[in-house]
């Protein structure tokens, strides 16, 4: 069974404010992703990350930025959110990259 | 490039009827095949895959072949259940370039009793 969290599950938010979504893994997996998933189910990769100090950008351009600072823990940061930042969040780490495990998702609500 | 085209839902079915996904790929190479579910307010989660041509995955009575000829990866499943109710995913994973998957659109199942 994988282990993949994500905090918060909800979070209704003004705009402006600063967010931070976490992602945590105890699998050890090197391999970490992002993803924005539309109400019409699409997935879009955001960020991903080889490793400790290494992030790089996905398939879809956004405004949130991501550190690696440990092996387990992946943060997404929004500086100052905007209603068109609505949206499901998903995480995802994998340890061969062709196999990854998600978590539960953080639905975002930005008012 | 590569990319994944699904069959576009959304799907409803009756119990016990018979399932069909159609899922075809664009990729360079010979890329691993996968088939993901995401249950209602979860994340996604692996259901089967495949990873040479002719190869079958197979999980939960859930069954497809990878098609070499075709790019095809079309999932089956011979007697839905309501509990099937979900978004499948077909993915692929090339074998060049960066280390990361390649969705489809999704497709969203509803079986009825």
């Known amino acids: 069974e994988a282990d993949i969290y994500q905090t918060p599950r909800y979070l209704v938010i003004g705009t402006g404010k600063k967010i931070t979504l976490e992602c945590s893994q105890t699998m050890g997996h090197d391999k970490m992703y992002w993803y924005q998933q539309d109400p019409g189910m699409e997935l879009h990769l955001i960020h991903y990350?080889?490793?400790?100090?290494?992030?790089e950008k996905g398939d879809l351009s956004s405004e949130s930025t991501v550190s690696r600072i440990r092996t387990e823990h992946f943060p997404l940061t929004l500086e100052s959110a905007r209603p068109s930042h609505t949206s499901q969040y998903l995480c995802?780490?994998?340890?061969?990259?062709?196999?990854?495990?998600f978590g539960p998702g953080t639905r975002l609500l930005v008012l | 490039g590569n990319s994944v085209t699904q069959m576009e839902g959304p799907v409803t079915l009756s119990e016990e009827a018979f399932l069909t996904i159609n899922c075809t790929y664009t990729?360079?190479?010979?890329?691993?095949l996968f088939w993901y579910v995401q249950y209602p307010g979860e994340g996604l989660q692996l259901l089967l895959k495949?990873?040479?041509?002719?190869d079958k995955g197979s999980n939960k009575g859930f069954e497809a072949t990878y098609r070499k000829e075709t790019t095809s990866f079309h999932l089956e499943k011979g007697s839905v259940q309501v509990s099937d109710s979900a978004v499948y995913f077909c993915?692929?994973?090339?074998?060049?370039?960066?280390?990361?998957?390649?969705f489809g659109q999704g497709t969203r199942l509803t079986i009825n009793p």
């Open positions: 993915a692929i994973a090339p074998r060049e370039g960066a280390q990361k998957l390649v």
């Open positions: 995802a780490s994998s340890g061969n990259w062709e196999t990854q495990y």
């Open positions: 990350s080889y490793g400790v100090n290494s992030t």
């Open positions: 495949a990873t040479k041509a002719d």
């Open positions: 990729a360079t190479g010979y890329p691993s």
